[in-house]
Nanobody
Framework: QVQLVESGGGLVQPGGSLRLSCAASGSFFSIYAMGWYRQAPGKQRELIAPIKGGGSTGVADSVKGRFTISRDNAKNTVYLQMNSLKPEDTAVYYC?????????WGQGTQVTVSS
């Protein structure tokens, strides 16, 4: 059973930056495409940045040019570098596979963008 542990969130002012990390337990991490999701209050969870095992990436239009996903397969870790943060980026951020079957969700990490 793979466990996912997200970290790195916090309170940041508009225009600021954060780097999120997602540590995954288990074997064969490098095989699977992963992704960062977020869930804002009152909204559904959405995939915002996928990354394949080999490192090719995608990004949702809402965060294009501001967020970058990366991974370190040797550390079983996926990262999300978030720059130029906006209040509308406020959400709980999660990582998981980018498609079914998903792993069990971790606890997520709260990101709040506010002055």
């Amino acid at each position: 059973q793979v466990q996912l542990v997200e970290s790195g969130g916090g309170l940041v002012q508009p225009g600021g930056s954060l780097r999120l990390s997602c540590a995954a337990s288990g074997s064969f991490f490098s095989i699977y495409a992963m992704g960062w999701y977020r869930q804002a209050p009152g909204k559904q969870r959405e995939l915002i940045a996928p990354i394949k095992g080999g490192g090719s990436t995608g990004v949702a239009d809402s965060v294009k040019g501001r967020f970058t996903i990366s991974r370190d397969n040797a550390k079983n870790t996926v990262y999300l570098q978030m720059n130029s943060l906006k209040p509308e980026d406020t959400a709980v951020y999660y990582c998981n596979r980018d498609r079914d079957p998903l792993y069990s969700w971790g606890q997520g990490t709260q990101v709040t963008v506010s002055s």
